[in-house]
């Protein structure tokens, strides 16, 4: 079967378009119909408003997370760290100071990665009420 004329495919798409819109539409205007009379109306800006809140909520709650989870990693770390230097003080194999100089290596490489969490945390703000 040939496609069909562009103009009649304008017109199925119009005509899909029109139907969804209405359903759409039909839907709100059951909501608006339905809505509690005492319940005041939400315009736009309240609307983003709401959203915003919702998203700066979020946000409050992964920097906390973040703090939660740096502060957990940060101390066993911060003993790792002190007693892999501590280990290098002393008179070890070369093969036993090697694994010492790699464990304080990635200690302190993770201790770094750690510190730039603190970037990404940022202070939470203060709850209404």
């Known amino acids: 079967m040939p496609p069909a004329p562009p103009t009649l495919r304008r017109t199925r798409a119009a005509h899909v378009t029109s139907k969804t819109l209405k359903r759409g539409l039909g839907r709100n205007m059951t909501d608006i119909e339905n809505r509690d009379p ?8 309240d609307e983003v408003n709401r959203v915003v809140a919702a998203y700066d ?4 709650e992964i920097a906390e997370l973040v703090a939660r989870v740096r ?4 101390n066993p770390l911060t003993g790792v760290l002190g007693q892999a230097q501590l280990l290098l003080r002393e008179e070890l194999s070369e093969s036993a100071r090697k694994r010492a100089q790699t464990i304080e290596g990635l200690a302190i490489r993770l201790r770094d990665v750690v ?5 990404v945390q940022k202070t939470p703000k203060p709850r209404d009420p």
């Open 57 to 60: 909520l979020k946000i409050d």
């Open 38 to 45: 005492a319940s005041p109306v939400h315009s736009l800006d």
């Open 71 to 74: 502060h957990e990693i940060n």
């Open 115 to 119: 510190a730039q969490l603190r970037e």
